[in-house]
């Protein structure tokens, strides 16, 4: 592995399982990759979430000023400065935006027999103000549910599509394993590659993009045009080889 300038990392189903935080493994990696070159998560999780689940694990880092969050897949963008989390940029919808998506996915939800009652477990409706996202089976679902909910994917095909029709002034992609994101038009995670890019001075052919969701309509395929070199895991179990390897091109 040729060493990158920056490295990037989805976080759901590739830093940790959906809707949970990473393993101490994975954060002491990360935090061991920040003594050689900026990191980031793109995500898209709420900053709100990430700051409970484990933020609090990286505030002894030495070099915390080189760690970037993009949390609701990347409409935001956020880094430590003296005490606390300062924000870079925030596209934030409007109060009228984001209830005109709310609304739809309830009509939508309504509309198609396959996507009522399903069996969930705590919130699954999300309003984040830069971004609206839905997870049919909830926040608190287990994992064996949520890879079990829609095996063939042939539900949140259904749910994706019709979403996409109804909001063609929005981005709508599929994250983690049941998760519907929705940004305004054009900003989604391939703008906040180009923006880290920039910010950094350097090409996103320099940067490495680690990712779970490469496959049509995913959320982390759509850096793959930017130039950034990608690589994909099936899962968080495998991230921290992943880590080894850029720990091990850096040292190099």
Request: hydrophobic letters at 40%.
């Amino acid at each position: 592995m040729e060493r990158p300038k920056a490295v990037i990392f989805d976080l759901d189903d590739t830093l940790a399982e959906s809707f949970r935080p990473p393993k101490a493994e994975v954060v002491a990696k990360v935090k061991s990759l920040l003594e050689y070159l900026p990191v980031a998560i793109m995500t898209g999780a709420g900053f709100k979430r990430m700051e409970e689940q484990f933020l609090g694990s990286f505030l002894d880092s030495a070099h915390l000023d080189r760690f970037y969050l993009f949390p609701n897949s990347s409409a935001q963008c956020l880094v430590h400065r003296d005490t606390d989390w300062t924000t870079l940029y925030n596209l934030a919808l409007t109060i009228e935006e984001r209830e005109r998506i709310k609304r739809t996915i309830r009509e939508t939800l309504d509309r198609y027999s396959e996507l009522r009652d399903i069996p969930h477990w705590g919130e699954r409706l999300f309003d984040r103000e830069a971004q609206v996202a839905y997870t049919p089976t909830g926040s608190e679902a287990s994992l064996e549910v949520k890879r079990t909910w829609d095996p063939d994917g042939s539900k949140r095909a259904i749910l994706w599509e019709t979403l996409s029709r109804a909001l063609p002034d929005c981005e709508v992609l599929l994250g983690g394993l049941t998760t519907i994101d929705i940004t305004r038009k054009g900003i989604n995670k391939s703008y906040g590659v180009k923006w880290f890019a920039e910010h950094l001075d350097i090409a996103p052919a320099q940067m490495y993009y680690v990712g779970d969701a490469f496959y049509e309509g995913g959320n982390d395929r759509i850096v793959i045009p930017t130039g950034v070199v990608t690589r994909a895991v099936s899962g968080p179990e495998e991230t921290p080889a992943v880590l080894d390897e850029l720990l091990a091109a850096c040292a190099a």
